[in-house]
């Protein structure tokens, strides 16, 4: 299996600040690596796939990079609706392994 | 607009099985992989299986391996997931979700569905 680690595992950061979550895989995934919104009481949310790019209808703070290993989620610019935990998935390989989560408070 | 619809909570005693509906609208069932999330209360999310409703083929996680069945039914566009001898660690809400390729992203996502184990 595919280890996922992510950091922090929770933030609080203020209303228009920019918020950067970490995703590292244990082996190499390409750029087989997504980002999850799961807002509370809700179910998750596709924000970005292979890495890099925005799903249909996801607002244009959200951005994500890396390829490898190291990913990275960013929100340029943090709004209320964010309130939300964020997972990083891999689908390199079967199980499809996620990240611990980063609950992001405001 | 794609909705992926589950079936209503469940509460189950320890050893007993549960089956898990997910039924699609919006497009077409055989083109999109259905996969199976479980997700402890509180806790992350973790892979549980899929099945490629095309040919009915499935993948499962080790962890569920042996107690979990996958299926579909293109007639009525619906998915189901079977968990056999429950424990109390089986305690979850279950989501399914589709994926356009075997290594593509969930896209779209169904509104989960509680699973309680107690005696």
């Known amino acids: 299996d595919i280890q996922m680690t992510q950091s922090p595992s929770s933030l609080s950061a203020s209303v228009g600040d920019r918020v950067t979550i970490t995703c590292r895989a244990s082996?190499?995934?390409?750029?087989?690596l997504n980002w999850y919104q799961q807002r509370p009481g809700k179910a998750p949310k596709l924000l970005i796939y292979?890495?890099?790019s925005l799903q249909s209808g996801v607002p244009s703070r959200f951005s994500g990079s890396g390829s490898g290993t190291d990913f990275t989620l960013t929100i340029s610019s943090l709004q209320p609706e964010d309130l939300a935990t964020y997972y990083c998935?891999?689908?390199?390989?079967?199980?499809?392994?996620f990240g611990g989560g980063a609950k992001v408070e405001i | 607009e794609v909705q992926l619809v589950q079936s209503g909570a469940e509460v189950k005693k320890p050893g007993a099985t549960v089956k898990i509906s997910c039924k699609v609208s919006g497009h077409t069932f055989t083109d999109y992989y259905m996969h199976w999330v479980q997700q402890d209360p509180g806790i992350g999310l973790e892979w549980v299986g899929l099945?490629?409703?095309?040919?009915?083929?499935?993948m499962y996680a080790d962890k569920f391996q042996g107690r979990v069945t996958i299926t579909a039914d293109t007639s009525t566009k619906t998915a189901y997931m079977e968990l056999s001898s429950l424990r109390s660690e089986d305690t979850a809400v279950y989501y399914c979700a589709t994926s356009q390729n075997l290594s593509g992203a969930f896209d779209f996502w169904g509104q989960g569905t509680m699973v309680t184990v107690s005696s």
């Open positions: 292979t890495a890099s």
């Open positions: 082996q190499s995934i390409g750029s087989y």
């Open positions: 998935q891999q689908s390199y390989s079967t199980p499809r392994d």
């Open positions: 099945i490629d409703p095309e040919d009915g083929e499935t």
